[in-house]
């Protein structure tokens, strides 16, 4: 399977910040059109985005290439996105949108329009990992090795349910850093775990607060680290989450 390299961009207006990634070939310039119509899709914008560099100075449309050239794949860098079109959407809208089962949507027509690298760029940023085959089609591109050592094994190694549960719990952060998962979204992604790898336990992934126990397991472990790091980088403020929902 072949690697794409990322382009990490936050998308701003006033405080309300969103963070995505965006993939790219290797030794291969990104293509800007494409990369606009994924923001525009993925955060209902209606005009092309305007990038700025980190210190907040707007980029020409022809720099914005090479500015990003220089950096692609550095998961420290990110490029700032700004545009007056720009509307937030919750989870619940995100979730409808993206979906993509509309015949007359924009992404299905984005779908049939770009070539097949693209496709795959749109597939990472809108997929909401709401269904097993969302899941199993993620893991395949995402963690091919993973997946080719289960086939051939029919078995994980304890790295390899780390990094499936990093993975999943990105991406999801990804699209919407705010979501706050609940046990019902724990409890789902793990059934779709063991669902794909058969021999899983589904309490690795995921055990409830229960007897004053915390929850924890794979994806929770996942799920706290990336919203610390989130939260260190000023991508979101940390609340408290209540007992109930653990």
């Known amino acids: 399977m072949e690697e794409f390299r990322k382009i990490f961009l936050q998308v701003q207006k006033g405080n309300v910040k969103r963070y995505i990634r965006i993939f790219s070939k290797p030794h291969q310039k990104p293509n800007l059109c494409h990369i606009n119509e994924l923001i525009k899709i993925a955060f209902d914008m209606d005009q092309a985005p305007t990038y700025m560099t980190e210190s ?66 749109i597939d990472h940023l809108l997929n909401n990992l709401e269904t097993k085959a969302d899941v199993q089609s993620f893991l395949r591109t995402q963690c091919p090795s993973t997946m080719q050592f289960y086939y051939n094994k029919q078995s994980l190694a304890a790295s390899d349910r780390i990094n499936i549960s990093k993975h999943i719990i990105r991406q999801l952060l990804s699209i919407n850093p705010n979501r706050m998962l609940q046990r019902s979204d724990f409890e789902k992604l793990a059934g779709f775990i063991v669902d794909i790898f058969s021999d899983e336990a589904a309490d690795t992934y995921y055990r409830k607060y229960s007897n004053g126990k915390i929850a924890s397991g794979k994806l929770y472990d996942a799920y706290t680290n990336q919203r610390k790091k989130l939260a260190k980088n000023g991508l979101i403020i940390r609340r408290p989450r209540k007992r109930e929902n653990k």
């Open 56 to 121: 907040g100075v707007e980029l020409e449309p022809d720099d914005v290439v090479d500015y990003i050239t220089q950096f692609i794949g550095n998961p420290s860098f990110i490029l700032r996105v700004k545009n007056a079109g720009f509307i937030p959407a919750d989870s619940s809208k995100g979730t409808e949108s993206n979906s993509g089962t509309d015949g007359d949507s924009p992404y299905k027509q984005l779908q049939q329009d770009l070539d097949s690298s693209s496709k795959v760029m």
